[in-house]
Structure formats: C-alpha cells, structure tokens
Nanobody, 118 residues
Framework: QVQLVESGGGLVQAGGSLRLSCAAS????????MGWYRQAPGKQRELVAT???????KYAESAKGRFNISRDNAAKKIYLQMNGLRPEETAVYLC????????????WGLGTQVTVSS
C-alpha cells in the first residue's frame, strides 16, 4: 500500500516561509515523478511544482522564483520550500506520486494545511 505523508504546514504571515515535507513508503521512488499540488476551498486542485527522479523541475508560474522543490531519493522524501507566501496561497497542499510509465499508478497524500494571514 503506497503511502504519502505530508508535514510542515501551518499558519504564517504574508511574506513568510514554510518548508513542506512528504515521506513516501511502499514505493519504488525512482520510478515516480513527485509533485506538490494545492487546493483551496471551492477551487480546483492546481499544480505547484513537480520534480522527476533525475531532478528536472517544473513550477507553476506563480511559484517561480519563490518556491523550490527538491527530493531525497535515498530517504524517499520530497520537500517544498516556500518563500514570500501570499494570502491567496492558503490551501491544503498535497503530495503526489506519478509513475513514469504507468499513468494508473498515481497516488495522493491527505495533505497539509497552509494558512497565510494578511
């Protein structure tokens, strides 16, 4: 049973920083592109950033220059360093694992709440 467990969310003032972590288990980590998504109340889930097993990264336009995604393949973890947070980025942040060859093997964590106060 693949498990993704997020941590690191919390309440921060606008302009502040948070570092999210996601720990994966029961997964052949190198075969997955890992990512962070977020979902605010009443809104669709949206991509924040992804990182391939080789370290290739992709960011939402709004995240470029402020957020940094990284992964530790040995520890089966990914991280999201978020700087300059904005109130509109208040959301549940979810970790995703997408198999590079089998699109049916796509897994989600339960998420961690990030609240940015103005």
């Amino acid at each position: 049973q693949v498990q993704l467990v997020e941590s690191g969310g919390g309440l921060v003032q606008a302009g502040g920083s948070l570092r999210l972590s996601c720990a994966a288990s029961e997964i052949r980590f190198s075969m997955y592109t890992m990512g962070w998504y977020r979902q605010a109340p009443g809104k669709q889930r949206e991509l924040v950033a992804t990182i391939s097993s080789s370290g290739f990264t992709k960011y939402a336009e709004s995240a470029k220059g402020r957020f940094n995604i990284s992964r530790d393949n040995a520890a089966k973890k990914i991280y999201l360093q978020m700087n300059g947070l904005r109130p509109e980025e208040t959301a549940v942040y979810l970790c995703n694992a997408a198999h590079v060859l089998d699109e049916t093997r796509n897994f989600w964590g339960l998420g961690t709440q990030v609240t940015v106060s103005s």
